[in-house]
């Protein structure tokens, strides 16, 4: 008997999931990218404002891009795990092609109908004449 494919729920949604977290997690990589260039800019602020001399500044914009560039690889890597996990859930998804089937009445479980043959009439032949019976010759005495 032919089955249909079912998915393998769980499976799926926990690549659905992991993929969720991916790009979760390159939010969180560009909001705490977002605060260091925040946090830069008050540096610079400061900076004018006569608070910090050149040479700390200086010293705050290497460690500002030094942080920049580690979450720049962390997010690359992270849109790259989306990328995988995108093409893993694709391929999921096409082993779900459907398989064209077709059914008729033989399958939904009753016997086919089997004609009787049909009996072919014989017209009668039309009755012999019978024969005279030939009388026994007598006997000569």
């Not at 009755?127 to 010759?137: R, T």
């Given at each position: 008997?032919?089955?249909?494919?079912?998915?393998?729920?769980s499976g799926y949604e926990?690549?659905?999931?992991?993929?969720?977290?991916?790009?979760?997690?390159?939010?969180?990589?560009?909001d705490e990218k977002q605060s260091v260039v925040d946090d830069f800019e008050k540096e610079k602020k400061r900076f004018r404002n006569g608070k910090i001399s050149q040479s700390a500044l200086?010293?705050?914009?290497?460690?500002?891009?030094?942080?920049l560039a580690k979450l720049d690889k962390k997010i690359k890597a992270a849109i790259a795990k989306?990328?995988?996990l995108s093409s893993k859930i694709k391929t999921f998804?096409?082993?779900?092609?459907?398989?064209?089937?077709k059914v008729n009445a033989a399958s939904a479980g009753k016997p086919p109908v089997k004609k009787k043959p049909v009996k072919k009439k014989v017209a009668?032949?039309?009755?012999?004449?019978?024969?005279?019976?030939?009388?026994?010759?007598?006997?000569?005495?």
């Open positions: 008997m032919v089955k249909s494919k079912k998915m393998q729920e926990k690549l659905v999931k992991d993929a969720d977290v991916a790009g979760e997690m390159i939010r969180t990589f560009q200086k010293s705050s914009a290497k460690k500002s891009n030094n942080e989306v990328n995988v998804a096409t082993k779900q092609r459907p398989k064209s089937i009668k032949k039309p009755a012999k004449k019978k024969a005279a019976k030939k009388k026994p010759a007598k006997k000569k005495k």
